[in-house]
């Protein structure tokens, strides 16, 4: 039996290259519109979503995983609640559809978002107004934080943001894996670190002790008028210490920085 070749007239396959060249380009078109739309900003929601969280004691843990974070000690936010804004976009192109939640478990406000597909684009911020006398630990994965008002102790941890706080007393300890640190505080104990990000630290009040590192960033410490102990070093940047120095004082000042200008001055 003879074989009989099978042949695609040239037709067939004019017709097949029009219909991947059409699909292609249609698909290009999508994914272009939807990059250009990029940059979702959760300053963009006009219409954030409120509500309010019980808290069954003295410390509150807020635990948020992707949110730029503003926290906020104040007289006015009644014993025993929280009050948390949320604003949010999002878009995913190819995927589930973006969102976000909140829940309270014990003393411990949780924050997800759920953003994930091709072309996802998302942006959260959320507001926590906490009342006086809660100390709070804050631990985010990627996002700032931002937190004034506090007479008690305050924790931030961030892996991917910057962290800034003022109007507070209390003792604070401040971390960011990735980005600055800033500070301006009558707090008595402070201990800052970045691993890749300045230090700034503003003491409106002569503190008991100052710890600060930095593995990649300059280091800034202005302090009160007064002696204090001091103890730094710079692995790699000039140092200018011109507070007064004496070794018997109680207010320990101790600053560390990998590569970055070191500065311990009196605050004019």
């Known amino acids: 039996m003879t074989a009989t070749a099978r042949t695609t007239s040239p037709a067939r396959t004019s017709r097949r290259l029009r219909t991947r060249t059409l699909a292609t380009a249609a698909a290009a078109v999508v994914l272009g519109g939807v990059l250009s739309a990029c940059g979702a900003s959760a ?136 980005g600055s640190v800033r500070a301006e505080v009558s707090s008595r104990t402070v201990r800052a670190h970045s691993g890749d990000g300045s230090v700034h630290l503003v003491l409106t009040a002569v503190p008991d002790r100052v710890e600060s590192r930095s593995g990649d960033g300059s280091t800034t410490i202005d302090l009160p008028r007064g002696a204090y102990k001091v103890d730094t070093s710079t692995g790699d940047g000039a140092e200018d210490v011109t507070v007064p120095r004496d070794d018997s004082s109680s207010h320990v000042v101790t600053a560390r920085t990998g590569d970055g200008k070191l500065t311990v001055r009196t605050a004019n």
């Open 43 to 178: 300053a963009d929601d006009d219409e954030p979503e409120r509500r309010a969280f019980d808290l069954p004691g003295a410390s509150l843990t807020i635990d948020s995983d992707d949110s730029a974070l503003e926290i906020v000690a104040s007289d006015e936010q009644p014993e025993g609640a929280i009050a948390v804004t949320r604003w949010f976009r999002g878009s995913v192109a190819i995927g589930s559809d973006p969102k976000v939640t909140w829940s309270m478990d014990g003393d411990r406000l949780v924050l997800r978002e759920h953003c994930s597909g091709v072309v996802a684009d998302c942006s959260t911020k959320h507001r926590v107004v906490v009342p006086r006398g809660v100390a709070v630990t804050v631990e985010n994965d990627d996002g700032s934080v931002q937190a004034e008002g506090f007479h008690d102790a305050l924790t931030v941890r961030t892996k991917d943001g910057s962290v800034r706080v003022t109007d507070t007393s209390g003792p604070l300890e401040l971390r960011s894996g990735d």
